[in-house]
């Protein structure tokens, strides 16, 4: 929740966004404007954790 924090401190919306996390089948994320939704896949995660070397 830190980082949640910290956007809603960086960032005014007019409403809330929704942030989901799902297997897509790709390294990706998407934006859904109907539901005021972000999805990150969970290959998108696996991508940026092999990027960062950890």
Do not use: K, Q
Request: glycine fraction near 4%; charge should be negative; hydrophobic fraction near 45%.
């Amino acid at each position: 929740m830190d980082e949640i924090d910290a956007l809603n401190g960086e960032f005014s919306l007019s409403g809330d966004l929704l942030i989901s996390y799902a297997a897509c089948s790709e390294a990706n994320a998407f934006y859904d404007p109907e539901y005021r939704e972000i999805t990150i896949c969970t290959e998108y995660v696996d991508f940026l954790a092999e990027m960062a070397d950890w």
